[in-house]
T-cell receptor, first 117, second 118 residues
């Protein structure tokens, strides 16, 4: 079945360094890849997403890259700050359409990022 | 927060009791979802709804039922709670759309309900 693997599970960086989180997906027909940030005690919040017709997308200090051939996509955070500390989830949407036109969203297991001052 | 509220935010209950969690949205979205979040498993879909009275199972639906009698409310019921259902439950809505020729399913999450079954 469809699967998304996420690495690393934990990541510790110094403030100002870059952080990279990588995900691989199994369904070659996947066409939408969102990233979520979850702070302690809160629900996941969408921070950036990329579609299969684009190779890279940037939003200030955050960027996401997609390699469709290798079936992997990555989140890059530059100039990290303590407020970037959180759990980050990648996800991929499959091409199979379920009841009601729903395309299943499959999540990675998450990466706990700690940014140390 | 996409206008999503969940109630209660915290609940402690005993094994064998029924529990109902409520998700309420204010933006009239068609699609609503219930997920559970457990360490090492990320977010797993329990049930989803694509309209009033239209629901279907997700990957971990055993022991759960849902109902949607109004667009704005999606209820999750644990028919007889077990300790394995201790988890954090998130409701989500999606703003289905088509962008750049690629279908999207951007989901937005509520604040969550922490459920403990003793």
């Amino acid at each position: 079945g469809e699967n998304v693997e996420q690495h690393p599970s934990t990541l510790s960086v110094q403030e100002g360094d870059s952080a990279v989180i990588k995900c691989t997906y199994s369904d070659s027909a996947s066409n939408y890849f969102p990233w979520y940030k979850q702070e302690l005690g809160k629900g996941p919040q969408l921070i950036i997403d990329i579609r299969s017709n684009v190779g890279e997308k940037k939003d200030q200090r955050i960027a996401v890259t997609l390699n469709k051939t290798a079936k992997h996509f990555s989140l890059h955070i530059t100039e990290t700050q303590p407020e970037d500390s959180a759990v980050y989830f990648c996800a991929a949407i499959g091409a199979s359409v379920l009841s009601g036109g729903y395309n299943k969203l499959i999540f990675g297991a998450g990466t706990r990022l700690a940014v140390h001052p | 927060d996409a206008g999503i509220t969940q109630s209660p935010r915290h609940k402690v209950t005993e094994t064998g009791t029924p529990v109902t969690l409520r998700c309420h949205q204010t933006e009239n979205h068609r699609y609503m979802y219930w997920y559970r979040q457990d360490p090492g498993h990320g977010l797993r879909l329990i049930h989803y709804s694509y309209g009033v009275k239209d629901t279907d199972k997700g990957e971990v639906s055993d022991g759960y039922s849902v109902s949607r009698s109004k667009t704005e409310d999606f209820l999750l019921t644990l028919e007889s709670a077990t300790s394995s259902q201790t988890s954090v439950y998130f409701c989500a809505i999606s703003k289905m759309g088509l962008a750049g020729g690629v279908s999207t399913d951007t989901q937005y999450f509520g604040p969550g309900t922490r459920l403990t079954v003793l």
